[in-house]
């Protein structure tokens, strides 16, 4: 998790000073199973869509 704020950290920084951003760091939950590396459940799934509905215009990323 470290890593991840860091890599958005510096992403965010190296963009030009003269453009303002916004980062937003979202973990997800609603877990399908209790594996090392679960998929979304239906409902983590309605979540994350809900999620970029409601930030238009914004990119996003998985890692």
Same mark, same amino acid.
């Given at each position: 998790?470290?890593?991840l704020?860091? @890599?958005?950290?510096? !992403?965010?920084?190296?963009? &030009? =000073? +003269?453009?303002?951003?916004?980062? /937003? ?6 877990? @399908?199973?209790?594996? !090392?590396?679960?998929?979304? &459940? =239906? +409902?983590?799934?309605?979540?994350? /869509?809900?999620?970029?509905?409601s930030?238009?215009?914004a990119?996003?990323t998985?890692?």
């Open positions: 998790m470290t890593r704020i860091c @890599a958005a950290l510096i !992403a965010a920084f190296a963009s &030009s =000073a +003269a453009q303002a951003q916004t980062v /937003v760091l979202v973990r997800h939950g609603e877990k @399908a199973d209790q594996s !090392a590396d679960p998929v979304l &459940s =239906a +409902a983590g799934v309605e979540r994350a /869509v809900a999620l970029a509905r930030l238009p215009g990119t996003s998985s890692c």
